[in-house]
């Protein structure tokens, strides 16, 4: 038996953190305390003292293929989770830009890399858009929900450029995409509107749909939204005004998986495979655990989904962002669509930015070597190119 050198070496560590709160949104531990879970990826022949580090705003992702493929090809890896590893019920954004902050400041002053390089990937994107525009500019003191959370203070090191690798423009625009606009009762969703229910085979609306359709889906859509958001506004001035102002408030969002795109391929087109999403089934998915906003907070939908009070619109984050800035689109992706990965693009507000779209390739690279070698190999060129190796 040979003794084969392991391409790169995982060391799993913990990065703590002070951090005061009037109350507690994360599962156990101190008050005032918390731990990041990260991965650091060392190879064993290091191209680069620099470090490419991907945070999700749910985490999940240091075994992804791209990680470990960067690792592998020689490039330093971080994936650190967020204070909310798997659960955004009350997640805030504003706080995960505060975690991402302390993971990049640990990199260069405990863990010693020169530069940093921000991967955005999937929900990665626009936290790291509205980390590094924060980073550069910082001007948000409290949260959607009128909650001190005072980014201008926290000394935010800007990232040295950043990759947005197979992501969305935002959680709330992904949501308000995604959610099912026939649903006329919160708390009764089988209350629905049956000419916008895209599951419903009687629906004389059918794929693939007409652009008149489309709109009056897509403004149900927004009105939804914005109608939640207004509930969600007044139960909190309510609890405000009661004398307990730290009070929350749990909720369910029935019906988040119903774009016409995942039944109707000819919208944002590319060569994803019909009626199917990356959990799976549309159908299911729309009512399924598993789905975006199914189980929230107050705070949380201000923060997180609310279509026009959130801070964390890639979009707008992208337009002061001054860092060079690559794109990677898939073209089988069938998470982030074509038109998620050309808004960020067009987003950016600088000429320092390219885009690219590897044919074939799913969301994850599972299973498909080639394409994800094509995509280590795009960042390779960038990154050297750009001289932040």
Known sequence: ??????????????????????????????????????????????KTNSVIVFMHPVGGGEYLPMITALASAGYPVIYCQSRYPGNDTALIMEKVVIDLGNCIRHAKEKLGFDKVILAGWSGGGSLSMFYQSQAENPTITETPAGDSVDLTIQGLIPAD?????????????????????????????????????????????????????????????????????????????NLKSSGRPN????????????????????????????????????????????????FCTLRSWLSQWSYDDSNADGL?????????????????????TPSHTTRIFEAIGHNNKEMHEIKGATHYYFGQEQQLKEAIGLCADWLARKALL
């Open 1 to 46: 038996m040979t003794n084969k050198k392991k391409a790169y070496e995982r060391i799993p560590y913990l990065i703590f953190y002070q951090d005061k709160s009037p109350f507690k949104e994360t599962y156990g531990g101190p008050m005032d305390f918390g731990a990041l879970k990260s991965h650091l990826l060392r190879p064993a022949e290091p």
């Open 161 to 237: 450029g950043i990759m947005m690798l197979a992501a969305h423009i935002s959680r709330t625009h992904t949501l308000t995409e995604w959610i099912d606009a026939s649903i006329l009762d919160e708390q009764d969703p089988s209350q629905r509107d049956p000419e916008l229910d895209i599951y419903n085979p009687q629906n004389p609306n059918q794929p693939p749909y007409s652009a008149a359709f489309l709109e009056r889906y897509r403004a149900a859509q927004i009105a939804r939204n914005r109608k939640i958001t207004a509930w969600v506004k007044e139960k909190l001035a």
């Open 247 to 294: 009070d929350e408030f749990a909720f369910v969002v029935h019906g988040t998986m119903a774009d016409p795109r995942w039944l109707d391929p000819t919208i944002d087109a590319n060569d994803r495979q019909p009626r199917w999403c990356y959990l799976g089934d549309p159908e299911v998915v729309n009512n399924g655990p598993v789905g975006l906003a199914r």
């Open 316 to 336: 707008v984050c992208a337009k002061t962002i001054t860092a060079p800035a690559l794109v990677i689109g898939n073209s089988a992706d069938d998470a982030c």
